[in-house]
């Protein structure tokens, strides 16, 4: 035997395997590098996506905060002027509702399914998600336990006071009568059947009033921190992919 030739030929196939194994690690790593940018652009659309929305709560909740407790005062001071009278009908009926804030997370829950969040290198971001993680479970159960508050309240509420509806569920133009398809006009034909003094001489409706407006209160604070935990991850993204881009 050529011992030398076969140490060779040994060393050529060693070394091919060697630079095979590299260059597909190479490959991976390259691959990896590509995916991150992209997730992490991904993420960051979900956040602002998240962010605007939940502007939109705050704003409609704080018009619910000033709506229902204008409801309340004028309760308690058991008067109504005349021109008030349709405004607070349409003010007390716009209580019962609500909205809550989110996150868009379909991105990291991709990741995090795929067992790929580890592409993501920066561990600042990795902390930061996992931060919020936490606070957005404390805030979703926060949200949920409210809910159930609101319900209980306003089946309190709906129990003390009639309700009806206008043109028996239907909207009247000149002589035709044509009927509400949209759910939201369904809605507006709402009327309050319970006479105004009736309703500021039940002290426990207006309490239960007042509890609901609080928890609107609440509900706008979830969001509000929820925004502030949200603009705290954007921060981190944004330095996470600068690193990457740059």
Do not use: C
Request: overall charge negative; aromatic content about 10%.
């Amino acid at each position: 035997q050529n011992w030398t030739a076969v140490g060779i030929d040994l060393l050529i196939v060693v070394v091919g395997v060697f630079l095979g194994i590299q260059v597909a690690n190479w490959n991976d790593e390259r691959q990896d590098r590509v995916d991150e940018v992209y997730y992490l652009e991904r993420i960051l659309n979900d956040i602002d996506d998240s962010i605007a929305s939940n502007a939109l709560v705050i704003e409609y909740l704080g018009d619910k905060i000033r709506n229902a407790f204008w409801v309340v005062d004028r309760l308690r001071d058991g008067q109504l002027e005349a021109d008030e009278v349709e405004r607070f009908n349409n003010r007390f009926l716009a209580i019962g509702d609500w909205q809550s804030g989110d996150f868009i997370g379909s991105t990291v829950q991709e990741l995090q399914s795929s067992g790929r969040l580890g592409i993501i290198q920066s561990k600042a971001f990795r902390e930061q998600l996992g931060r919020f993680e936490l606070t957005w479970q404390s805030i979703r159960r926060a949200q949920s336990n409210i809910a159930d508050f609101h319900k209980t309240l306003i089946l309190q509420i709906n129990a003390r006071i009639d309700r009806g509806r206008t043109s028996d569920f239907h909207k009247m133009l000149g002589d035709e009568e044509i009927p509400i398809i949209n759910p939201s006009d369904f809605a507006t034909q709402q009327i309050l059947l319970t006479p105004f003094d009736q309703l500021a001489e039940d002290a426990l409706l207006i309490r239960y009033l007042e509890r609901y407006a609080e928890f609107y209160y609440w509900r706008r604070d979830n969001v509000v921190e929820l925004q502030g935990e949200l603009e705290t991850l954007r921060e981190q993204t944004l330095v996470a992919l600068d690193g990457r881009v740059n």
